[in-house]
């Protein structure tokens, strides 16, 4: 293990490493008061060498480490990836390419729902980790020499196993399977939130469509607040205040300040913050063609549940059968989906989710397939 501190030693290691068939990566953040995650450390191993870099050092260039990401020659492995990307993406603009993520790879080969990374170092690797660095605050500095080994670790243990998984995916021949799972990590819109799309994660209490106008706006106005001042969006505005906001929308300054728990963002923005006032006026004035409209759930037919049931039973049957984790394939709303419509508009039928479960589930449904139990175990029979 190498822990680099400077540019011209970062320059030297990544040259190392850029004729390495894969390389290893995980990162120790923080975020707890920040919108951002604050990138404290980065491992990195190839084959044979592992370094820790030091971003938190002043003056360190992390150019040669983003230019070896960018490489699309050497495959970069991470386990459970989509925080350690959202890192990358946020310091420099882009993903790394091409991605190999060994918790979605172990879910493939049957080892389960979200496997973790302890589980896969132990059946794999035959190794145990170190937990007493686990609650380590990673921005504190000097790092002590066993807080170091625990993060090293993270990418010497995923050596073995993304070659173990990699071996697995070549036998079974569900490498393309992986494929498809990674286009979705390796694309930017899934790191991006854009303001104004906010509102959709928030429960709201009316459907009526000035009030949603209101809800969004509002919502919008904390998200740009927070991203543009790096806080936490609750700690910018709690959700029960959006909601009391768009109820009760404030027209004037003084009556924003009688708000209960109104934060001074929202009273005298500075530094290029978004006006809130002005975007809780122009919600008023949108035209009503221009307002969101409740999310509606699709209602779904009377008495559909034990179809739901008997196709929770297929899919755990396929699974097993199969070597491959339910939740990659479909979850109960899916399920729920696929029992009222044959061509419902989900993964589970399409590619090789309908090979494995999806085709299966459509005869089962037209009575081409059967369910019984023989000797504990259920059992599938074509019609």
Not at 292 to 297: H, L, V
Not at 338 to 343: G, I, R, S, V
């Amino acid at each position: 293990m190498i822990t680099i501190t400077d540019t011209k030693s970062l320059e030297a290691a990544m040259g190392s490493l850029e004729n390495a068939t894969y390389v290893t990566v995980d990162t120790e953040f923080k975020r707890t008061n920040t919108y951002w995650p604050i990138l404290c450390l980065i491992q990195i191993a190839g084959p044979d060498e592992a370094y820790i870099i030091d971003p938190l050092v002043d003056g360190i260039d992390l150019a040669s480490f983003y230019a070896l990401m960018a490489n699309r020659d050497v495959l970069k492995v991470f386990h459970a990836s989509r925080q350690d990307l959202e890192i990358f993406f946020h310091e420099n603009g882009e993903l790394p390419h091409p991605v190999f993520d060994t918790q979605i790879a172990a879910m493939v080969c049957g080892f389960g729902d979200s496997v973790g990374y302890e589980t896969l170092v132990n059946q794999l690797a035959n190794q145990q980790i170190d937990k007493s660095s686990r609650f380590t605050d990673w921005s504190r500095r000097p790092l002590s020499k066993q807080q170091l080994n625990y993060a090293i670790g993270d990418v010497t243990h995923l050596r073995v196993i993304y070659e173990q998984l990699a071996d697995k995916l070549g036998n079974n021949g569900r490498a393309e399977w992986l494929r498809e799972e990674m286009d979705d990590l390796e694309n930017p819109a899934t790191y991006v939130t854009p303001p104004e799309e906010a509102w959709l994660r928030l429960k709201t209490r009316s459907n009526n469509r000035r009030f949603l106008a209101l809800v969004r706006a509002i919502a919008a106005w904390r998200e740009e607040t927070a991203q543009k001042s790096d806080i936490p969006r609750n700690r910018i505005m709690r959700d029960d205040l959006i909601m009391e906001l768009a109820a009760h929308p404030p027209g004037n300054v003084e009556e924003m300040k009688a708000v209960k728990n109104i934060p001074k963002q929202a009273v005298s923005p500075r530094n290029g913050m978004p006006n809130l006032l002005n975007a809780i006026a122009a919600a008023k004035k949108l035209p009503q063609d221009q307002q969101p409209e409740a999310r509606k759930q699709k209602k779904l037919p009377r008495g559909i549940g034990p179809t739901v049931d008997l196709l929770k039973v297929l899919l755990k049957q396929k699974c097993e059968a199969e070597g491959v984790a339910q939740k990659l394939i479909a979850n109960v709303a899916d399920l729920e989906l696929l029992a009222a419509d044959d061509n419902a508009d989900i993964a589970a039928l399409r590619g090789w989710r309908r090979e494995v479960f999806g085709s299966d589930a459509l005869e089962l449904k037209s009575g081409k397939l059967a369910l019984s139990v023989r000797q504990n175990k259920i059992q599938v029979t074509k019609l």
